[in-house]
């Protein structure tokens, strides 16, 4: 009936309005989000949408340019853009690189 | 879609929102749905957003009007002044006329 981001009207706590700094990875994130529109490969609407299916528990644990990197990703694999197998193995090419534990 | 829906709404006609819960890109919040208020303005004809969230083109264009809903009409347990409104922007296809 209400989807996970109709929260209009629910209890909830005080709003952070304080302002705060784009990390690198979310400018990164917003202009990759630009280019695939430049190139017709998304549209707001659309990015809503897949926003709005991530599920109620992935919608509340992500930050905001989390779900976006989320749909984006869903949206790529649709479109046979991307697989899931290409993303996870650059998931695990980055994690190499960075020196982390892959999985 | 009843036949009235939408059409030709002036400033100042009341108007109700469909109270209909489609899934999808859905702009109408849910808190207004089923609820009624007054039309202010248009604000012109739009894609419509449900189809383009869809890929497709999004026609045909939808018209976008800002309506007015009382707050205490919204909210059951409002305590601010009587005549407090929410003013948002609804498309054509949720609103039919009172």
């Known amino acids: ?21 784009m990390t690198f990875w ?7 989000n630009t280019l695939l529109a430049q190139k017709g490969l998304r549209r707001t609407d659309e990015n809503r949408r897949y926003v709005e299916m991530l ?6 644990m992500l930050s905001y340019y989390e779900r976006w990197t ?3 990703a869903r949206q ?17 090419e980055v994690r190499r690189r ?3 534990d892959a999985g | 879609m009843p036949a009235e829906m939408g059409h030709d709404l002036r400033p100042g006609d009341r108007v109700r929102v469909r109270e209909d819960f489609p899934q999808g890109h859905i702009r109408t919040p849910v808190y207004v749905r089923g609820k009624e208020g007054v039309v202010v303005k248009t604000f012109g004809s739009f894609p419509n957003p449900e189809l383009l969230a869809l890929g497709r083109d999004g026609l ?9 809903f009382k ?28």
């Open chain 1, 26 to 32: 979310e400018k990164q994130i917003d202009a990759m």
């Open chain 1, 76 to 92: 790529m694999i649709d479109k046979g853009v991307l697989t899931q197998d290409e993303i996870d193995a650059k998931v695990a």
């Open chain 1, 1 to 21: 009936m209400r989807g996970s981001h109709d929260l209009g009207g629910l209890p909830a706590g005080p709003v952070d309005t304080a302002p705060h700094d």
């Open chain 1, 70 to 72: 989320a749909a984006l």
């Open chain 2, 60 to 68: 045909p264009k939808k018209t976008l009007y800002e309506i007015a």
């Open chain 2, 71 to 98: 707050q205490s009409e919204l909210w059951p347990d409002y305590n601010g002044p009587e005549g407090d409104t929410l003013l948002i922007d609804i498309y054509e296809h949720w609103l039919s006329k009172v």
């Open chain 1, 55 to 60: 599920g109620e528990d992935a919608y509340n």
């Open chain 1, 98 to 100: 960075l020196g982390q």
